[in-house]
């Protein structure tokens, strides 16, 4: 489909999608909207930047509001009916923001219970009545655990960043999660690689599920240029330093796993007096 008007999607959603000025669906867009709004399950391989969230936010909305529109709304407390998991609070918040421009006229409650947050404050993001939770796995589950979110009428997960959620260690979590919701759940994994975790939640949770990979998901973009260096027994600063000494146009930006990896190579860098700022969560 060249056009989001040609999605089956709700009037409220068309008029967002308006109001934001989409018209043209990427190729994930065009590709795993029509399955998830058939109700399939899928995995859906995809470059970053390639549009996979909205892929996903708007048939979640539309099959909800459907549910509403019929005559079953939610009425229980602390009990979503999609539940989208996410590797990192960053991530999350992200994905919050991609949900609420399209929420305002589907009048649909969104909320998040994410890593790095109190627990107190987890608890009271997810009272009341509401229909999509975003979620880290980790504290999902203590939720879930406690009794305080319960996942039994959830019609819809799905795996954002799977690859990265899932190397991560969160397989276990994964697993718990999926088992705390119905069994005929619908199942969307969205990822940019497909790493051996990510096959192995496959094989468990969608063996049955639609496979999709858009023409780029094996590519970087394409004004990109990589190099990779070989690191010996962990030494990785001075390679760092050796490829900060090379002249370039601009500045520099380095991406480190954990918030504590970035504070620990800024110290680094200020030692080797290199004037750098931190942008973390």
Partial sequence: ??????????????????????????????????????????VAVSETGSGKTLAFALPILHMLKKLENDGTPVTAEGSPRAVVMVPTRELGEQVSKVFKPFTHTTRLRVRTVLGGTALDVAKRNVSGCFEVLVATPGRLVKLVERRIVDLSDVRILVFDEADQMLDQGFLPDANLIAGACPEKRQIGLFSATIST??????????ADAEMIRSEGSHRVVATLATENR??????????????????????????????????????????????CVVYRG
């Fill in 1 to 42: 489909m060249s056009s989001f008007s040609e999605f089956d999607l709700l009037q409220s959603l068309q008029l967002s999608l308006k109001e934001k000025g989409l018209a043209v669906p990427t190729e994930v867009q065009q590709r795993a909207i029509p399955l998830l709004l058939k109700g399939r399950s899928l």
């Fill in 197 to 206: 975790q990510v096959e192995k939640l496959i094989q468990s949770l969608l």
């Fill in 230 to 275: 070989t690191v010996s027994d962990g030494k990785r600063f001075p390679i760092l330093e050796a490829v900060l000494k090379q002249k370039v146009k601009g500045g520099t930006i380095i991406f480190t796993n954990t918030r504590e990896q970035c504070d620990t190579l800024a110290v680094e860098l200020a030692k080797q007096n290199y004037s």
